[in-house]
């Protein structure tokens, strides 16, 4: 479908590093990788773009083992390879820092970072060498004074835990590193302190595969880019030799304009529906103050980490306010739990779908009517409710599924759409989105956005958490920036996405795109 | 747990001879007079023992020597050991190491003894450890008494035979005297061994009343409990043996594990199988009520059947007027165990083997032995009726 | 409770969906399901029953066919209908054996063989039934403790409690307007000869336990608390009354196999012993997950009934005992195994 | 959040706590050993009153033999269940090590080796099977090893019905000899636990267990064989439960079937597991905190039987107090998880 712009800096063979070759993968009958092409040479920073959903991770974790290709060949200094464990990958040289986090909670960094490859005398484990490269490690991150080796991982702050997991991919030491969005959760001066360790290891011929939202990033230490799109592979370029909105429009397929809904109208917005008064959770939010009226979408942006999805938590229950007060309607309330959120008729677009949106095993009428089920009696009939489900789900036109499908086997767009519907059917007034449109396709992508938009116009008041800076411009009406736990500042729909990092970040920071 | 196989979770091995030495009036004991029983014939597996099952099958119809009205002080064939080193001065604290409460049987026998203990002032001190049917746990407790040092005698109510046998030497050479009773150990050490005649002559009384109530070639079925523990494999071999001399079939030999509604469903299946059952055998009498009534569920007359003194088989054997016999294994030998402890301490004399008797109960003498005010679950054969507090403390 | 390597939503053993992308009306795809999913139990249930009659003809005349086989399989198909409800929502109840216990003991205790007390007295037991169910349900859901390890506690807590009470072995009797329940029936049906009440009861708790988990509002929330406990739980579902109601339900589903196995064969101290294990192996032979999410009351019941009629057949071809359980153990984990690998292959 | 830790009377501030963690190396063994410590100085002055005698060597040696037998299958469960799974076959395979090793020795010291070494060789074949079924077939563990367990079961009763065999009268020197004082079947429990922390703290098998059982797929990305490690723990898991067999019967002389199941190992060691702060969940805890799992249950044992208390109700005080044991850990967690 999109234009493949010919490949003009595909290195001749041999001298690369590694090639992997037509890569087909699909889950659940969903094709999110098909037949796509990358390469990497040694000292070399090869950047990888595309949309959430694109399938840059998935391609990744195929490289490092975690998942086996449905087709496709992965040649590794030129002799073909195939790791049927990351254990594998790593024998050969090929070390991965993922992008969801994956440390454990209850063992300390040290344990973390040497996990499955412990340093040992004999049979016995040398902790205190362990330790010891840990804290050197830590050390050249620049972060030997905040994070001990011995600290339990639990007890660490977003952002550190992504330092160890920096520190985790570079003890490997390996041919091939690839960086799955390292910098998500980190502030400016420690990206540079990544970066310089990037440019060292360049030095030693590490051959490097770094996957960032921020072009900023990648015009600075990448040489060559690949555009994913669908799955697909759009393009690989020069960095040297293309531009920020030329690569945009590789990954998005058509300009930014004209791509979302237009904004609220003042005679759209209505009377004041839900607001904060200096809210806090304890070690996790503090001085929140907002405000949200019907007809308006308010966009929440902010590194991750800064505590977006916590406040979502705690104004629908989950993890409630301990201090502060919440006003819905002009009438104070409490919200202990998401039952009595449901109740309010409020909804909660949540992160993770599968996780806390979902049920996988259950059908699609079934997770629609999930909400409004909670609200009707024990022995009400099962099925039905006021509203139609089967209506509702086409009017989300949710395409090549059947009512009695099990969700597990939809793609990441129509799961979401049954989410939707899931709140639509119980008639929630307030809704919040946590990344409303991660890891979804962007035909799916502008269907949502038209729905969110829709139920503002019929009197909704939505709350959008995202990490997408178009996402956040193009679909709020106001804006606001959290750092650290607190609310730093609020924009309006016209704010840049420098102004909103520039908040996010508390400092100057690269300008990012999507 | 999972389930065991545990011998403690059954009912008690029992013997009877067929003369109740005096218990009993004179009564008809089953037509077929021990005189013509023979252990010939029997399947010679580990458990049998060719000379013992014949002695057995005759002290059924020796005469015990003591007062004929107190079974539990009467021994067949006593060989008296002296005891005067371990005579001792009161007051007695007597420790006892029990293999558990954990079933009708033992309920009843326990309340027994400690009416018995009751009745004598010398001892002041009744210290009961429970086992909870865990030959481990048992093992510990006795030593535990041993170690303790301040019992003036140990009785031991083993879990199961063999199992206690290292612990019970040890016990021996602390010098405390040592009263076992019920099961046995594989060691001569205690003062004495207090126990019934034995599994053969329980197993041929029940099998003899159903060769004279039963027609020859007749359909036989006989339920045991669990497979391999001793004490009823006797019983089985005995009987088994008994069935091959007078002509009668077993069509089936089951497992009930002593669960009433195993019992229960074994017995219907087997009607259902055979057609006729003729006769019902039992190793033990806990669930022969069970096995009568799978008859009864299926409107069929109950043919002959054998049980034990437990009161609710009486009861239903005599208002329903079964054809029926209960061979028993008194709980009045949980008196025998304090009696001889008592004897011991004060130097008397006392059998090595202590041999008691046991009314077989014939329709004949089924009434002297029907307590129609006592719970299903009561035992007859307590020797307890005369004792202080009854019937009230047995039905508590 | 975590299942280890079985944690992940992935590797629990479900029965195979129907294939995506299929657009059946939903009855036929629920047929369709319901062949695929619960097929195989019914099938071996067959399977188990022909070859009895093989073996032996009376078996298959209707009046034996109830008294010999439905009515003592009753109890235990009960029971298994009760404890999938617990399984489904994610839960184990090891209580059930000792509950079943505690119901003949106490009954025999309290009634003592005076008729008139069965009434009040099976009143009060199904009281003490709801008492532990919501008990079990409490600390399970507010006190966070596994249900294992709940239950657990609840079975020796149970077991320890009634024979303390009772000193050791079951004291009183249960008079005939009790045992009734087990034991007797509707005589003179026609072809049927007798209809044992036990088969009644049976259809009656069946048919209301389907209906509450399968066309109820209750039984979709059951579904999803099991399937994934922290989205019902944001989309407000009360995820402990629903577990809790589960525990209730188990419980008395105990209660009545209680009276059942009292009834049919009086008082006995051994009448519950291994019953938690049969009950959970029927519920997986009938193709539920333990973990959560997946389950049918009728496979449920139907695998109840295929372990009463391995027992029966064993017991006619004169297996030893023993080997029994060899049978029993090798057939629920071929069955899970046999289910996992189905899930897996239906990705 | 550090405020009170515990919510048991007489919990020593949140240093000596955090002492004793690092010291136990489990963040849950501290409030553990703290209900034993309440429970053991509860019963010294109980039994104190009572005028019975607590704190006596013979009293102290006879606790630690009670706690021989569960402590050393229990220590081999803690392994399974920190890997996220368990085993309920230990009871049998307990028995089948009592009764084949009693069969091959019948009574002969020389054979004394060859039966051990070959009972060892039955437990790893059974950890090796329940490994298998929970990792390869998927079968759910409690499934997996309840299957087992029936099986084992069946081919034990079915091949012995009753005591089999007989130990080399030298071999029961572990069941009842020692080093003056100390009983060889106490020595053999504390090296099983010894080797067990051990194995825990110091192996990268230790590591890789803690792992696993924290997050299989976090493992399995870091390069962690996941399987191979549950598969270890069944393994180690079923010897722990064959050490416990030859003990027993080196108490009983003879094989007795019914030694494992009448002992109810299966529920009651992973009672005294989760008892001791290790999580049913897998991931966290360690076997100190089992061991003082099953020191409580013994000393509970102990009390009871000096006040000769109805053993039924002892199994009621039992249940409570595990549920009362896990449900303040569960608080606890919850608490630090925020
Ligand atoms: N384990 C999985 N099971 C099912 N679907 C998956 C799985 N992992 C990824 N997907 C789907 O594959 C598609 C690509 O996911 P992937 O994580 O590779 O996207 P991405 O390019 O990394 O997006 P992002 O920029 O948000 O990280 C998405 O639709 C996602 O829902
Ligand atoms: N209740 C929770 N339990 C465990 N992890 C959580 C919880 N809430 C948030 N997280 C995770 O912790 C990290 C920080 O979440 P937080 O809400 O503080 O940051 P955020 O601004 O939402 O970042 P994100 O971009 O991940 O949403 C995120 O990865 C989030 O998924
Ligand atoms: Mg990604
Ligand atoms: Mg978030």
Redesign the pocket.
């Not at chain 1, 991750?304 to 916590?310: D, I, K, Q, Y």
């Given at each position: 479908m999109s234009v493949t712009e010919s490949a003009t800096a595909s290195a001749t063979v041999g001298e690369n590093l590694l090639e992997m070759r037509g890569i087909t993968k699909s889950f659940f009958g969903v094709t999110v990788l098909d037949d796509v092409d990358i390469d990497c040479r040694p000292g070399e920073v090869h950047a990888l773009l595309g949309e959430n959903g694109a399938g840059k991770s998935t391609l990744m974790k195929i490289l490092s083992g975690a998942h086996q290709p449905d087709g496709g060949t992965i040649l590794l200094d030129g002799e073909e390879v195939s790791f049927g464990h990351p254990r594998d990958a790593q024998a050969k040289g090929v070390s991965i820092m993922y992008q969801e986090?994956n440390l454990l909670p209850e063992r300390t960094v040290a344990q973390n970072i040497y996990l499955g490859r412990e340093p040992h005398r004999g049979p016995i484990v040398d902790q205190g060498a362990m330790e010891r490269s840990t804290a050197e490690l830590l050390a050249t991150l620049d972060a030997a004074g905040s994070i001990r080796p011995g600290s339990v991982v639990r007890n660490l702050s977003?952002a550190q835990q992504q330092t160890v997991e920096i520190a985790k991919a570079l003890s490997f030491r390996s041919k091939i590193l690839v960086m799955d969005e390292p910098t998500?959760?980190l502030s400016p001066h420690e990206v540079v302190s990544l970066f310089e360790r990037v440019r060292l290891l360049r030095a030693r011929g590490v051959g490097i595969l770094y996957i960032s939202h921020r072009l900023g990033e990648i015009f600075e230490i990448a040489q060559r880019v690949t555009v994913l799109k669908d799955g697909r592979r759009v393009g690989t370029l020069d960095v040297a030799a293309t531009t920020p909105r030329q690569l945009v429009r590789m990954m998005v397929g058509r300009e930014l304009d004209h791509y979302f809904p237009p904004h609220a109208v003042p005679a759209e917005i209505g009377q004041t529906r839900l607001v904060v008064h200096g809210g806090g959770v304890a070690g996790?939010l503090h001085d929140i103050d907002l405000t949200v009226r019907t007809g308006e979408i308010v966009g929440i942006g902010?590194?991750?980490?800064?505590?977006?999805?916590?406040?979502?938590?705690a104004l629908f229950g989950?993890?409630p306010f301990d201090a502060g007060t919440v006003e819905l309607d002009g009438k104070p309330i409490r919200i202990r739990s998401p039952r009595q959120a449901v109740r309010r008729r409020m909804g909660f677009v949540t992160?993770?779908r599968k996780v806390e949106g979902l049920v996988l095993l259950l059908s699609v009428r079934d997770n629609s009517l999930l909400a409004l089920r909670s609200l009707g009696s024990w022995l009400r009939r099962g099925a039905g409710g006021p509203v139609s489900i089967r209506d509702l789900l086409r009017s989300l036109d949710l395409r090549g599924a059947g009512l009695d499908q099990e969700v597990r086997y939809l793609s990441g767009g129509n799961q979401q759409k049954v989410v939707l519907a899931k709140w639509l059917a119980s008639q929630a007034q307030v809704l919040i989105f946590?990344?409303p449109t991660r890891g979804i396709d962007v035909g799916a992508k502008a269907g949502i956005h038209e729905l969110m938009r829709e139920l503002a116009r019929a009197g909704g008041a939505i709350l959008m958490?995202s990490?997408e800076l178009p996402e956040l411009v193009g679909m709020s009406d106001r804006i606001l920036v959290?750092r650290e736990?607190a609310i730093a500042g609020e924009l309006a729909s016209d704010a840049s996405e420098d102004a909103i990092m520039l908040l996010a970040t508390g400092e100057h920071d690269t300008v990012s795109v999507a | 747990s999972g389930g065991g196989s545990s011998p403690t979770a059954t009912s008690q091995p029992t013997v009877a001879p067929s003369q109740p030495a005096a218990s009993a009036p004179a009564s008809a004991a089953p037509s077929a007079s021990a005189a013509a029983a023979s252990c010939e014939g029997a399947t010679a597996n580990e458990f049998f023992d060719q000379a013992v099952c014949e002695k057995q099958l005759a002290q059924r119809s020796a005469t015990p020597t003591g007062p004929a009205d107190q079974p539990w002080i009467q021994a067949i064939d006593p060989v008296m050991v002296d005891t005067t080193k371990y005579k001792k001065d009161g007051p007695y604290k007597i420790c006892f190491t029990n293999a558990g409460v954990n079933n009708p049987w033992r309920v009843v026998g326990f309340n027994t003894m400690q009416h018995e203990v009751k009745l004598h002032p010398e001892i002041t001190d009744f210290v009961h450890v429970d086992a909870n049917g865990d030959d481990n746990k048992q093992i510990s407790d006795l030593g535990d008494m041993v170690k303790s040092g301040n019992c003036s005698a140990i009785i031991v109510a083993p879990n199961s035979t063999k199992a206690l046998t290292p612990a019970v030497e040890q016990a021996c050479a602390s010098n405390v005297p040592i009263i076992d009773f019920d099961r046995g150990v594989t060691t001569d050490c205690p003062v004495t061994f207090i126990h019934p005649i034995g599994g053969y002559a329980f197993g041929a009384d029940a099998a003899e009343f159903l060769a004279s109530a039963v027609k020859p070639g007749g359909n036989i079925i006989a339920l045991r409990i669990l497979p391999g523990v001793d004490v009823l494999e006797t019983r089985y071999l005995a009987a088994e043996a008994i069935f091959k001399q007078k002509g009668l079939k077993i069509v089936k030999v089951a497992q009930t594990g002593g669960d009433a509604a195993k019992t229960k469903q074994i017995v219907s299946d087997a009607i259902d199988e055979f057609g006729t059952i003729d006769g019902v055998w039992m190793d033990a009498g806990a669930t022969s009520v069970a096995a009568a009534e799978a008859f009864e569920d299926k409107g069929l007359p109950v043919p002959p059947i054998t049980g034990e003194d437990q009161n609710d088989f009486l009861q239903a054997w005599k208002s329903k007027n079964w054809t029926a016999d209960a061979p028993t294994y008194p709980t009045y030998q949980w008196r025998t165990a304090v009696i001889a402890a008592v004897d011991i301490l004060q130097g008397k004399e006392v059998p090595k083997e202590w041999i008691l008797p046991e009314p077989n109960i014939t329709k004949d003498n089924l009434d002297q032995y029907i307590s129609p005010d006592m719970p299903p679950l009561f035992y007859a054969l307590c020797g307890c009726q005369k004792m202080p507090g009854f019937p009230d403390d047995w039905k508590k | 409770m975590s299942v280890g390597a079985n944690g992940a939503p992935g590797d629990v053993t479900r029965a195979a969906p129907a294939a995506p992308g299929d657009e059946a009306d939903p009855w036929q795809r629920r047929l369709v399901r319901l062949m695929r999913g619960a097929g195989p139990i019914f099938v071996v249930l067959i399977v188990l029953l022909v070859l009895i009659a093989l073996k032996n003809p009376r078996f298959i005349q209707p009046a034996v066919f109830l008294a010999s086989y439905l009515k003592p399989a009753a109890p235990l198909a009960i029971l298994a209908a009760g404890q999938l409800f617990v399984i489904v929502s994610g839960e184990y109840d090891l209580s059930v054996g000792s509950l079943i216990t505690v119901t003949v003991t106490s009954a025999a205790l309290l009634i003592h063989g005076d008729p008139a007390l069965t009434y009040p007295i099976l009143a009060l037991l199904f009281g003490i039934g709801i008492g532990v169910g919501l008990i079990n349900g409490t600390v399970t859901t507010r006190l966070h403790v596994p249900s294992f390890i709940a239950t657990l506690g609840m079975l020796l807590i149970l077991s320890g409690g009634i024979f303390y009470a009772t000193g050791g072995a079951p004291r009183g009797s249960l008079p005939e307007n009790f045992r009734a329940f087990g034991r007797a029936g509707i005589e003179g049906v026609p072809f049927l000869g007798q209809l044992p009440y036990a088969v009644i009861v049976l259809l009656v708790v069946g048919t209301v336990f389907w209906l509450l988990l399968h066309r109820t509002n209750f039984g979709q929330q059951v579904f999803a608390v099991g399937g994934n406990a922290r989205a019902a739980d944001l989309a407000g579902i009360d995820v402990a009354a629903i577990r809790t109601a589960c525990f209730v339900l188990s419980a008395v589903s105990a209660m009545i196999a209680g009276v059942l196995l009292g009834g049919f064969a009086g008082v006995s101290a051994q009448v519950g012993e291994t019953y938690e294990f049969q009950a959970i192996s029927a519920v997986v032979l009938g193709g539920a997950t333990l973990g959560g999410g997946r389950g049918s009351v009728p496979t449920a019941i139907a695998g109840a009934l295929t372990l009463q009629a391995l027992f029966t057949l064993l017991n006619l071809f004169g297996f030893p005992a023993p080997l029994r359980s060899v049978v029993q153990g090798v057939i629920i984990v071929a069955a899970v195994a046999y289910a996992s690998y189905r899930l897996r292959r239906s990705r | 959040m550090t405020a009170p830790r515990m919510a048991l009377p007489g919990g020593p501030p949140g240093a000596w706590a955090r002492a004793l963690r690092t010291g136990l190396g489990s963040a849950n063994a501290a409030p553990v050993y703290l209900v034993l410590l309440v429970i053991f100085v509860v019963s010294w002055v109980i039994v104190g009153l009572a005028g019975g005698s607590f704190l006596t060597v013979e009293n102290v040696t006879s606790v630690l033999v009670r706690s021989v037998a569960l402590g050393i299958v229990s220590a081999g469960q803690t392994l399974v269940i920190l890997a996220g799974s368990l085993d309920l076959s230990v009871a049998y395979v307990i028995s089948v090590a009592a009764v084949v090793s009693s069969v091959i020795m019948n009574g002969d010291p020389g054979r004394i080796v060859i039966a051990v070494v070959v009972v060892l060789g039955i437990g790893v074949a059974v950890g090796l099977t329940n490994g298998l079924l929970v990792t390869k077939l998927r079968v759910n563990p409690f499934i997996a090893t309840l299957g087992v367990a029936l099986v084992l079961r069946g081919l034990l009763n079915a091949a012995f019905d009753n005591f089999a065999g007989k130990v080399a009268p030298q071999f029961e020197t572990l069941g009842y000899g020692g080093i003056g004082p100390l009983p060889w079947s106490v020595i053999l429990l504390v090296v099983t636990v010894l080797a067990v922390w051990w194995l825990l703290r110091s192996t990268p098998f230790g590591h890789h267990l803690y792992a696993v059982g924290g997050g299989e797929e976090t493992a399995r990305l870091s390069g962690v064989r996941s399987h191979r490690v549950i598969i270890g723990a069944h393994i180690l898991c079923s010897l722990a439960a064959v050490l416990t067999g030859l003990f027993l019967v080196s108490r009983i002389r003879s094989g007795a079937p019914w030694i494992g199941p009448d002992g109810g190992y299966d529920l009651e060691s992973i009672a005294a597991v989760v008892v001791g702060g290790t999580a049913l969940t897998g991931g966290r805890g360690g076997v100190w905190g089992t061991l003082a799992g099953v020191l409580i249950l013994a000393v509970l044992d102990n009390l009871f039987n000096q006040l000769q208390f109805n053993s039924f109700l002892k199994d009621v005080v039992r249940g409570v107090i595990i549920i009362a044991a896990v449900a303040i850990y569960a608080q606890r967690q919850r608490r630090m998880s925020r």
């Open positions: 986090f977003v998500a959760a996790k902010g590194l991750a980490g800064s505590g977006r999805t916590e406040l979502a938590q989950v993890r992160e993770d946590d990344e958490i990490s959290m736990g | - | - | -």
